[in-house]
């Protein structure tokens, strides 16, 4: 007895984490017409059950299965909304959330005082979770019990899933395990998104016409802003750069064009020019390092050439010309006063914002309500001047180590990483990358260039 049931736990444990995901995301589409909106609920137990699973055969294995339930997860939600009704809260995206949650345990020590909460660059993690607290009470002072629990998950989930990396992993490893993961990912959202750009399927025009993601363009064919698998253009956008970095440079040249090549003109067809300066930035970046420059100078010879290519092909030539015709508008291009608008706004309340709003789920699609752009905007207006500011410069501080540990290390690991730093500091004053999927983006590579390299030397 005790054989057998060893046999069947050594078989569990060798299904990867991200065939368990992708198995997990097969049963759910099927089960979709018949079982309503109990697939939903299938999905989030399926979704803690695969991350717990994944964090047993290792960190590199967890890394690699939540990169594809954040990918996926969206897709995943469209289609059960199209066979059962729309789900406004999207209640499907907390599975991924839970996934996180399976690292938790390893962070006892942290809790018995066997390691320094403020050490080993968990600093940064440390303070933005106490400045979460700070909002999730602000919340429950105002009654605000469900946004207090929603906004608490969805920011405080990757923070305790970078400190849990912090406290085992290996830097290399973990990067290498995340470029494998993308060199599925992206050729999957890439094409995807190239044909929700041609002809939307009915699942997404159901969606976008029922949800108030007014950036998602307009569901009709050569309408769409593409956000392919993910939940929108700057989820895609954003997943789509970062994967781009990855395996761009620690993958073979021609393997990485042929992996690359569908998921760059979706990349361009989201028309999400933030994720294209964070993409510039993270190749400009690695210019500057000897071993990292020739094929940085490579990569941006050849995305400018394909995307000249692009734009001279009629499907796609009109949106990006125009699109890439606002990069050089400056104060006249209307994101740019938009944004502006928003700081004008805040500064105006009453007691501008001194001590913060707390955690909201004011949908921005509602007339009336303001859209929330940026890292500046999202810390003063939900945590006041004095605990945004702190809970901003970490997030800068947590940035720019990852690019300090490219300069100590030097390897191509850690130059990525870096690369991926000195982009999210480029997007900081234009996007959030604090909560839900782009906090998981973020905080994970942050904790992850915080390990030490092969070998055990830490920067």
Same mark, same amino acid.
């Given at each position: ?50 991350? &717990? ?16 339930? /954040? %990918? ?23 599975? *991924? ?51 207090? %629990?929603?906004?608490?998950?969805? &920011? ?50 159901? &969606?976008?016409? /029922? ?9 009709? *064919? ?87 290519f692009a734009a001279t092909i009629p499907p ?6 125009e699109r890439l015709a606002t990069l050089g ?6 994101? /740019? ?48 001047? /004095? ?9 800068? &501080? ?62």
């Open positions: 007895m005790r054989g057998a049931a060893e046999a069947r736990t050594g078989f569990a444990l060798a299904v990867p984490g991200w065939l368990a995901a992708g198995l997990l995301f097969a049963g759910v589409l099927a089960i979709a017409p018949v079982a309503g909106s109990l697939a939903r609920f299938v999905f989030i137990l399926g979704c803690a059950g695969v991350g &717990w699973h994944a964090w047993r055969q290792g960190r590199a294995a967890h890394l690699q299965t939540m990169l594809v339930l /954040f %990918s996926f997860a969206p897709f995943a939600r469209r289609i059960v909304d199209f066979f059962s009704g729309f789900d406004q809260g999207g209640i499907m995206l907390v599975g *991924p959330l839970l996934a996180l949650l399976a690292a938790v345990p390893a962070l006892l020590p942290l809790l018995d005082g066997q390691s320094d909460p403020l050490g080993g660059g968990r600093a940064p993690l440390t303070i933005v979770f106490g400045c979460v607290v700070y909002a999730a009470l602000l919340s429950l002072f105002q009654g605000g019990w469900g946004d207090a %629990s929603a906004g608490a998950l969805k &920011w405080a989930a990757p923070l305790l899933y970078g400190l849990a990396l912090i406290e085992t992993g290996e830097r290399d490893r973990l990067v290498q395990a995340a470029t494998s993961a993308f060199m599925v990912i992206l050729p999957v959202i890439g094409l995807y998104g190239a044909f929700q750009y041609v002809d939307p399927p009915e699942w997404d025009r159901y &969606w976008m016409q /029922f949800a108030t993601a007014v950036t998602a363009g307009l569901p009709e *064919p050569y309408e769409v802003r593409v956000y392919s698998m993910l939940n929108g253009p700057a989820s895609f956008a954003t997943f789509t750069a970062a994967g781009l970095l990855l395996v761009s440079f620690l993958r073979p040249l021609w393997v990485s064009c042929l992996v690359c090549g569908p998921a760059l003109l979706a990349l361009m067809l989201s028309q999400y020019r933030t994720a294209w300066i964070s993409l510039a930035v993270g190749l400009l970046f690695c210019v500057f390092f000897v071993r990292t420059r020739f094929r940085a100078g490579t990569i941006l010879s050849a995305m400018a050439a394909a995307g000249a796609f030539s009109d949106v990006l010309e508008q400056g104060s006249d291009d209307g994101s /740019f006063q938009e944004r502006l608008a928003q700081f004008v706004t805040l500064w105006n309340l009453p007691d501008s914002s001194l001590f913060g709003t707390g955690f909201t789920t004011a949908d921005a699609g509602v007339a009336g309500q303001m859209p929330v752009d940026g890292m500046l905007i999202a810390c003063w207006l939900m945590m006041g001047v /004095f605990v945004g500011l702190i809970c901003l410069a970490a997030f800068v &501080w947590a940035a720019g180590r990852m690019i300090a540990g490219a300069v100590a290390g030097q390897t191509p690991e850690a130059i990525v990483l870096g690369g991926l730093g000195c982009g999210a500091l480029s997007q900081m004053p234009l996007a959030s990358l604090a909560s839900g999927e782009l906090g998981f983006l973020f905080w994970s590579f942050a904790a992850i260039a915080c390990l030490p390299e092969k070998g055990g030397r830490r920067w």
